[in-house]
């Protein structure tokens, strides 16, 4: 302001340096506001902290555990091990934003599709067997084994058992391989 005030005395028009100011300001503020934008929605989930280091989260189409969050973006793991980068407007601006471990169990769902020629009741209780065995499920509440769909030519079993959040990944991976063992083995 001084400036143009010794310049508006010697004789110098201020008014074209203003306006040529005001254009150079909006230009920057028009190329920063991406930039910007991280940032304040860096603030907002370092305020909030929807999810912290470590935790396995979904956001903007992408998975993995959270390695580092910054002003203008997060970083995740993938389960292939690459790094990805979300700029935090877009982390903070997501529909949905799922964190994985914030809870301490998981259940975990399992489909298993039965030939309708089988013996249903003999291969549940063959599922409820394998169930109970696995120490990492919880018993309560208990698994379940239920009759979910049915076609033409299969009915459809849904298992779903709770377990500690750390587990719910190797579960859901043994429960299916020994589910199908299980169905392979109950005569019908």
Avoid: C
Wanted: no cysteine; hydrophobic share 50%; net charge neutral.
């Amino acid at each position: 302001m001084v400036v143009l005030i010794i310049l508006q005395v010697i004789g110098i028009q201020a008014t074209s340096i203003v306006a040529v100011l005001g254009a150079a300001t909006l230009a920057i503020g028009l190329a920063l506001q991406g930039t910007l934008s991280n940032v304040a929605a860096g603030i907002m989930l370092l305020i909030y902290r929807p999810f912290r280091l470590g935790d396995i989260i979904e956001v903007a189409g992408k998975r993995g555990v959270v390695r580092n969050l910054n002003l203008f973006m997060t970083e995740l793991g993938s389960s292939d091990n690459i790094q990805v980068l979300i700029p935090n407007a877009l982390v903070w601006g997501a529909a949905a934003l799922t964190n994985f471990s914030v809870y301490p169990r998981r259940r975990v769902s399992v489909t298993v599709p039965i030939e309708l020629d089988r013996d249903l009741q003999a291969i549940e209780s063959s599922m409820r067997a394998v169930l109970h065995q696995d120490e990492r499920i919880a018993k309560t509440p208990p698994p379940d084994v239920a009759t979910s769909r049915l076609t033409d030519k299969v009915v459809e079993l849904s298992i779903q058992a709770w377990t500690d959040t750390a587990d719910a990944e190797a579960v859901r991976s043994d429960l299916i391989r020994r589910l199908v063992a299980a169905v392979k083995t109950t005569s019908g």
